[in-house]
């Protein structure tokens, strides 16, 4: 039996008073979801551990079956193996979102979806300026580091810098004002954990400070950024470091379940690149995918569908969901919604159907409309596979699924379940 795995990030969600108190999974048209919820099982996940915050990196390796209290080490990391930086064991990578403040407030996470060619751009002048300023290097030494990634996220690895942070993710304080939310030392953390780094929590969070406050400077002054303004553009005129760590220790899957020998992820998502790669899955690039709700459905359906010749096991995300929640787009989450159901779960299932191949969706958390950023209440789940005796859940939805047959599962609990559909 092989195995597929199609996400939708941020997909749940809360019910909805303009939708007749429905979530938006119960009111969306979603037949092929609905149709292997029928023939298939279904049940709860927990995907945020006790303790964690509700990101990306942790729901989406939960997922796969990893321990956060073994794995966890935040975004940064996760997003250097995706773009192959090959960080030394004293290198702390921290994501680095490129965002628009306006006034003394951050407007969005995202610069309106910058273009990753501009990010690129933006990201070289920061490292030519602020990697070299004088000031910094005389403090800190020549520890700082910017690396392109994708849009609107981005990569900076401090050598010697400490993880021990309190910062802000960007997408969870649109309209709040940016000072107080700048980036604060973890005293307690840093003297629990015993380790020595070159630059102490203290030094490592007033050297991040000191960069988001000078990189709004040289963003404000960059001809891209005036450019973006006489178009009406949202400016991308701040960093953003958050969600910092070293480089994780992740038993590959391939070693965890022999029954996968070779398997791949399909995503837009640098962070999920990551986690695929540190779990041993190979990257497979798909033109024109973009994490958005104009990504190329068709061409990641196809490309998973060829996956599925070669591979024991494919890890399909795809973004859309959760962005139209971030900017609490109503009509528009609901379009992510039945576009995933038509343009991935139908296709796929459609050339799979005759084959053995065993096929869960799921979200990794909500993104709400009405909250705008994740929130850590269990998710739906459902696994078909040729032969299964199907529960009684009817629909894929948060309520429907409560009823199923796998009832809550947590930790580990989901991917053996899948897996045993051999």
Sequence with gaps: MKHIIILGDGMADWPVESLGNKTLLQYAHTPYMDLLARMGRTGMLKTVQDGFHPGSEVANSAILGYDQNEVYEGRGPLEAASIGVDLAPDDMAIRCNIICLEGDCIKNHSC???????????????????????????????????????????????????KYLRCTPPHDVPGQPWKPLLVKPDLEAEARSGKQTKLSAQQTADLLNELIVKSQRLLAEHPLNQQRMSEGKDPANSIWPW????????????????????????????????????????????????????????????????????????????????????????????????????????????????????????????????????TNEPIPFLIYAPGIEPDTVETFDEVACQHGVYGQLEKDGFIKELMATD
Excluded at 116 to 133: C, F, M, N, P, S
Excluded at 255 to 265: D, E, L, N
Excluded at 343 to 366: F, M, S, T
Aim: proline content about 5%.
């Design 112 to 162: 309106g979806r910058l273009e990753t060619a501009e990010g690129d751009v933006l990201i070289k002048h920061l490292q030519e300026r602020l990697a070299t300023d004088p000031d910094i290097v005389a403090k800190y030494g020549p520890v700082v580091h910017f690396y392109t990634g994708v849009q609107y996220r981005h990569l900076l690895v401090i050598n010697g810098g400490s």
């Design 243 to 374: 969600a910092g760590g070293y480089r994780p220790h992740m038993v590959p899957l391939t070693v965890t379940f022999p029954q996968i020998k070779r398997g791949a992820v399909i995503t837009a998502v640098d962070l999920i690149r990551g986690i695929g790669s540190l779990a041993g899955l190979r990257v497979i690039q798909v033109s024109g995918a973009t994490g958005l709700y104009d990504t190329n459905y068709e061409g990641k359906a196809q490309a998973a569908i060829k996956a599925l010749e070669t591979d024991d096991f494919v890890y399909l995300h795809v973004e859309a969901s959760d962005e139209a929640g971030h900017d609490g787009n109503l009509e528009l989450k609901l379009k992510t919604i039945e576009d995933l159901d038509r343009r991935i779960v139908g296709p796929i299932y459609e050339a799979v159907k005759d084959k053995a191949v065993a096929i869960a969706v799921l979200p990794d958390h909500p993104t709400p409309v009405a909250h705008r950023t994740h």
